[in-house]
């Protein structure tokens, strides 16, 4: 009898073993789905933050594509206005054809006529040499903005190298614009020059009056009574 009852208590104990040996496995358990837990929600703010970046760099891509749309447009207005300052400077080789043969007639002003007209055509060259660079700079841009279209979409999966692209884009275009702008400031100041020259020889009246020509309605071509030329009655 008292052995039976020794065995029953030593089930009881390794029943009670067991048990603890189960609780204590069951706590570790909930110890890991807790920890798991945590990390789930770690990694699902940092896939929320991700989508909020993803985001955010489609918006920065789209804006940088219509900028080079915008680019585009800018592009074909300035090629418009290169092919209006081509038209004139036909006018302008025609005028001074005519202010050549007027030069002749006076040998007291033969000289300084001549020396004019060697200005009036550096002046000139110069002029036809900023409009070549000017449409070499348009050819030039038009190729980068085709380039950089084209490294756009190889890359438009990669979201950060698209970020330093469009930083790429916009200070090639700075530097597009302020190229630009100072042959623009060049050709004033040369047009200066030649409303200087005009000033000295009555035959040089429609140099004058060139900027007017380079403001009028370029739709309308300036016929050749507009470059008619007042001349000066000689003397007996």
Not at 69 to 93: F, N, Q, V
Request: aromatic share 4%; charged share 35%.
């Amino acid at each position: 009898m008292e052995k039976t009852t020794d065995d029953h208590r030593s089930k009881l104990d390794e029943e009670k073993f067991r048990s603890d040996v189960l609780r204590f496995q069951l706590e570790i358990a909930h110890g890991e789905v807790a920890e798991c837990q945590d990390t789930i929600n770690i990694l699902t703010e940092k896939l929320q933050h991700s989508s909020q970046q993803a985001d955010a760099l489609a918006c920065d891509l789209e804006r940088t594509q219509s900028e080079v749309a915008h680019k585009d447009t800018e592009i074909a207005a300035l090629g418009s206005r290169i092919a209006d300052k081509d038209s004139i400077i036909d006018h302008l080789e025609w005028t001074l054809h005519i202010q050549k043969t007027e030069v002749r007639k006076g040998k007291e002003k033969e000289s300084q006529g001549s020396d004019l007209k060697s200005t009036i055509f550096t002046q000139l060259e110069v002029i036809v040499n900023i409009n070549r660079d000017l449409e070499a700079q348009q050819r030039r841009t038009s190729h980068q903005i085709e380039h950089l279209d084209t490294e756009f979409r190889a890359v438009v999966s990669d979201r950060e190298a698209a970020s330093l692209e469009v930083q790429r884009l916009k200070a090639v275009h700075e530097e597009h614009k302020a190229h630009i702008e100072k042959l623009r400031l060049e050709k004033q100041n040369l047009e200066a020059d030649i409303e200087k020259l005009a000033t000295k020889l009555p035959i040089l009246w429609v140099l004058y009056h060139l900027p007017d020509v380079l403001e009028a309605d370029p739709d309308s071509p300036p016929s050749p009574n507009t470059f008619k030329i007042p001349i000066a009655v000689e003397g007996n």
